[in-house]
């Protein structure tokens, strides 16, 4: 019987390539392909900051730059907003040694920046949203959109539970005498925004301020529709052009016609 052959030194191995480049990684795991296959809100604080570093130098890739900044803060997210670049280019105390190798003056401004955004954002206090009441504020958010145009479009105006305006959208575009109206383009984005309710506009580009009967039968859909799903038309308006708004006796009046305000909406 032979002798077994003795355990080779590890030094006699060969090495094994250290992937010490992102651009080697699996897809799955580079933060800027998993953010866009994933989302934002899958990735870890460390993978996020990787991004802003955008990369890395030799044997230090972006992302193990990232983690030795957030270890070096006890992964403790807040405190970013407590560095600034002394730190983030210093040396370690009582040593001349660089706090973080490989992160220069170009790679601290794009992590200071993207901090001070963050502190913005923090305190901007959120967008208030149109409320409608009446058929006034309506008139208000559509006139922008449909009035003096010389062809006809269909909009629509979603609402929360509030009355506030989640979205404004336009519906449709056509000729001098109408726009096409199909129902699924309208009930779509109310059911994808989760509206509690909706207000549909056109215009006539002939200023006339008189429902036609297209306009009620269309009216008519949407309400039974949008009641299946629980939703509610609120209203319908039609906008004329904004030089058409003197009434024959010389008083100023409105210029458009709301069918909630006219009992046409009562009607149907």
């Excluded at 009582?94 to 170009?106: D, I, N």
Aim: net charge neutral; with cysteine; proline share 4%.
């Amino acid at each position: 019987m032979k002798a077994d052959t003795p355990l080779q030194s590890s030094e006699s191995f060969a090495k094994v390539p250290v992937k010490s480049s992102i651009k080697q990684w699996s897809e799955e795991d580079r933060p800027r392909e998993k953010l866009l296959k994933l989302g934002a809100r899958r990735l870890s604080d460390a993978e996020l900051l990787a991004i802003f570093i955008n990369s890395g130098t030799e044997g230090v890739t972006a992302l193990d730059l990232a983690k030795s900044l957030m270890s070096s803060l006890d992964n403790d997210l807040g405190r970013l907003l407590e560095i600034d670049n002394t730190y983030l280019m210093g040396s370690v105390e009582g040593s001349r040694k660089k706090r973080f190798p490989g992160l220069g003056e170009a790679r601290a401004c794009t992590i200071l920046a993207a901090i001070e955004l963050g502190r913005r954002l923090r305190d901007t206090p959120p967008r208030q949203r149109a409320q409608i009441t009446c058929s006034l504020d309506a008139y208000r958010i559509l006139r922008r959109h449909l009035e003096d145009l010389d062809h006809e479009e269909l909009w629509c105006l979603y609402l929360d539970a509030s009355g506030r305006v989640i979205k404004e959208m336009q519906i449709s575009s056509g000729g001098v005498s109408h726009a096409v109206a199909d129902l699924r383009l309208i009930m779509a984005p109310a059911i994808t925004l989760y509206a509690s309710a909706l207000i549909l506009a056109h215009n006539h580009p002939t200023g006339h301020l008189q429902a036609s009967r297209n306009d009620i039968d269309l009216t008519q859909r949407v309400k039974q529709i949008s009641s299946v799903c629980n939703i509610q038309l609120n209203d319908h308006l039609i906008l004329g052009r904004y030089h058409s708004s003197i009434a024959s006796e010389g008083t100023t009046a409105p210029p458009y016609l709301s069918f909630a305000d006219s009992g046409l909406m009562a009607s149907l």
